[in-house]
């Protein structure tokens, strides 16, 4: 028997690549880190390698890929300078992708929405603050709230349970639809038991597991996504 459609009740977005157009700063100030430490990235391994990883799995992967032992308390060190000098590019400079901002208050006006991100917590307030957003958001999970980040599944059953519990009534993750722009968010979001939809703004390989594909975070349909949960 074919099971029973379930309607959208809720959206989880990604914040990095989806909302703000982060990434080639995180590969600017993983680049500048990592020079002084003997290791050369290359845009192209940043986006086909590490581009899913929050920043400690990135450096503790970085780190094994040129062949060299890091210790947590080093990784930590490194991450505090990223950070650091994530802050000042950002300084005073929108981040959004273009049609970021109306988006989420179109999804917003529709659904609760809530965000699971490898991005650390500091940064997406920081820039959701700056842009007035960060009202529309009922639940935020950032890289320092699961035990494990993308490509498991627990960032996206964090923010669907943490909406929940905002929301004071239960959302199941299968009534939930996530916005990726990644193959390993994909898979975190899909192994978690959401719906999924890729925005093609940032890496277009590796997104084609997804149930719909937008060309950017401006072309999110409501009605499109909707309709997802009708089939």
């Given amino acids: 028997m074919a099971n029973t459609p379930v309607p959208l009740k809720a959206i989880v977005f990604d914040f990095d690549g989806v909302i703000a157009n982060s990434e080639p700063l995180h590969f600017r100030t993983f680049r500048e880190v990592l020079a002084p430490r003997g290791i050369a990235l290359t845009e192209a391994d940043y986006y086909a390698r590490y ?3 929050d920043d400690q799995r ?3 992967q970085m780190s094994s ?35 970021a901002a109306d988006a989420i208050r179109r999804a917003a006006g529709a659904f609760p929405i809530a965000i699971a991100s490898g991005a650390i917590r500091a940064e997406i307030e920081r820039t ?7 009202r529309y958001f009922g639940a935020i999970v950032a890289a320092e709230d699961t035990p ?4 498991s599944p627990d960032p996206y059953l964090a923010a669907v349970d943490r909406l929940s519990s905002a929301l004071g009534r239960r959302i199941v993750p299968h009534e939930c639809a996530a916005i990726e722009d990644s193959a390993w968010g994909l898979e975190s979001a899909r192994a978690a038991g959401l719906r999924t939809v890729a925005v093609a ?10 149930d719909l594909t937008v060309r950017s975070i ?14």
């Avoid at 940032?202 to 997804?210: F, I, V």
């Avoid at 401006?218 to 089939?231: C, K």
């Fill in 58 to 60: 990135a450096f503790e």
């Fill in 128 to 134: 959701l603050v700056r842009e007035d957003l960060i």
């Fill in 65 to 99: 890929d040129a062949g060299q032992t890091w210790t947590a308390d080093r990784i930590a060190g490194l991450m505090t300078e990223k950070a650091r000098l994530m802050e000042a590019l950002e300084r005073d400079v929108s981040v959004l992708f273009p049609g």
């Fill in 51 to 53: 581009l899913g990883y």
């Fill in 201 to 210: 703004q940032t890496y277009a390989s590796g997104l084609a597991s997804a």
């Fill in 218 to 231: 401006n072309d999110l349909d409501l009605g499109r996504l909707s309709a997802l949960f009708s089939e």
């Fill in 148 to 151: 494990q980040s993308k490509p």
